[in-house]
């Protein structure tokens, strides 16, 4: 068994399932899912209710292979506006969702700081984003519509530093 998280809380641990060959000048696109259980076992592939439903995003980075674990860094494509793509909720579960093809929905604790850092917390990763016209400061819990999301590979050296083998 190996521990998920790290000393930043920035990156999610995703496991690729499928890979889609990206057409000419494209990224590749894979369908993955993250999970935030506090510990995995490296040489089993089983799903966990701790882990998320299979989502779709673009791949940056080196060939992603399947059946892999990950550390990533999560963006959303689209441009967000308070009120129209971010809307504050009640009380949200944390999580990333696909409703409905093409369509994200990022759900969880946002923190948008004096300075106009934004963050939306997943588990122990944290997702910064850009969102136009958000009150500032602002703490609580909202749900985002995003159209794509990008998966930033950060290294395998990254996932081995933190513990997964």
Request: net charge negative; proline share 5%.
């Amino acid at each position: 068994m190996y521990r998920t998280g790290n000393d930043e809380g920035v990156d999610m641990l995703v496991m690729i399932e499928k890979i889609f060959p990206p057409k000419e000048k494209e990224l590749y696109s894979v369908e993955f899912f993250y999970t935030i259980r506090s510990t995995i076992h490296s040489a089993k592939y089983v799903r966990d209710s701790q882990d998320s439903q299979n989502l779709i995003g673009k791949w940056v980075g080196g060939t992603p292979q399947i059946n892999k674990w990950y550390n990533v860094e999560i963006s959303v494509e689209n441009e967000l506006l308070w009120g129209r793509d971010v809307v504050q909720l009640e009380y949200s579960e944390p999580s990333i969702k696909s409703p409905v093809a093409g369509i994200n929905v990022l759900q969880g604790p946002l923190d948008a700081t004096k300075d106009g850092f934004i963050t939306l917390r997943i588990g122990d990763s944290h997702l910064i984003l850009n969102i136009i016209g958000i009150p500032i400061p602002f703490a609580g819990d909202v749900s985002i519509r995003a159209t794509g999301i990008r998966l930033y590979d950060m290294d395998v050296t990254d996932v081995i530093r933190y513990g997964i083998k």
